[in-house]
């Protein structure tokens, strides 16, 4: 298996852009979680999906970022419009069952000038 | 307040020593405990999984402890290597499966 895949590895935007994020998770995998990692807050949940349902997403910082789930192989993240503040590395994991191991992506990192 | 707390902040050992990384936590119902390496650059990966009636879980030189009655769990490196460094992330779950993670550990092995 490929693990979990995220697109784009990088992506540099100018503030007021739509950014969307994407990705795969494992063949399989039931749940899917997208994070935000910065310096100063270390990682944070934003969002997790449990058959592509959204369970929990009160980590969505505020109304420009949404996710969305549309069938079990592919979530996006979409921050709309964009602002420096949101410049991180998102990942995003999946896992089997709810207990289980989460498998994490390689990570976008996201710089907004 | 479900919290996880990890020290020390940051830690610089020499190559071949030992060390022990330590987590706290106030996050009830319980599920289970994870430990994560996370590599400068790279996404988390899990080295550990204990749940409540687990007192001690291995994956090659990582030995993992969980005392569920004073909350603490601690992380312990045996023989380390220079591909040690990096930063060790303390999760706990609860029974709503939701994850809470500590602030994690910067470890700096150093020849």
């Known amino acids: 298996d490929a693990g979990v895949i995220q697109s784009p590895r990088h992506e540099v935007t100018e503030m007021g852009q739509e950014v969307t994020l994407r990705c795969k998770p494992i063949?399989?995998?039931?749940?899917l979680f997208w994070y935000r990692q910065t310096m100063m807050r270390g990682l944070e949940l934003l969002i997790y999906?449990?058959?592509?349902?959204?369970?929990?997403d009160s980590g969505m910082p505020e109304d420009r970022f949404s996710a969305k789930m549309p069938n079990a192989s592919f979530s996006t993240l979409k921050i709309q419009p964009s602002e420096p503040r949101d410049s991180a590395v998102y990942f995003c994991?999946?896992?089997?069952?709810?207990?289980?191991?989460?498998?994490f992506g390689p990570g976008t990192r996201l710089t907004v000038t | 307040k479900n919290q996880v707390e990890q020290s020390p902040q940051s830690l610089i050992i020499l190559e071949g020593k030992n060390c022990t990384l330590q987590?706290?936590?106030?996050?009830?119902?319980?599920?289970?405990l994870r430990w994560y390496k996370q590599d400068t650059g790279r996404g988390p990966v899990s080295l550990t999984i204990?749940?409540?009636s687990e007192n001690t879980k291995s994956n090659g030189r990582y030995t993992a402890t969980l005392d569920a009655d004073t909350k603490q769990s601690s992380l312990h490196i045996t023989a380390s290597q220079l591909s040690d460094s990096a930063s060790y992330i303390c999760?706990?779950?609860?029974?709503?499966?939701?994850?809470?993670w500590g602030a994690g550990t910067k470890l700096i092995i150093k020849p």
């Open positions: 204990m749940t409540f």
């Open positions: 063949s399989g995998h039931n749940s």
């Open positions: 999906f449990n058959n592509n349902v959204p369970i929990d």
């Open positions: 994991a999946s896992l089997r069952e709810r207990v289980g191991e989460q498998y």
């Open positions: 987590c706290n936590y106030t996050v009830s119902p319980f599920s289970n």
């Open positions: 999760v706990v779950s609860d029974s709503n499966y939701q994850l809470i």
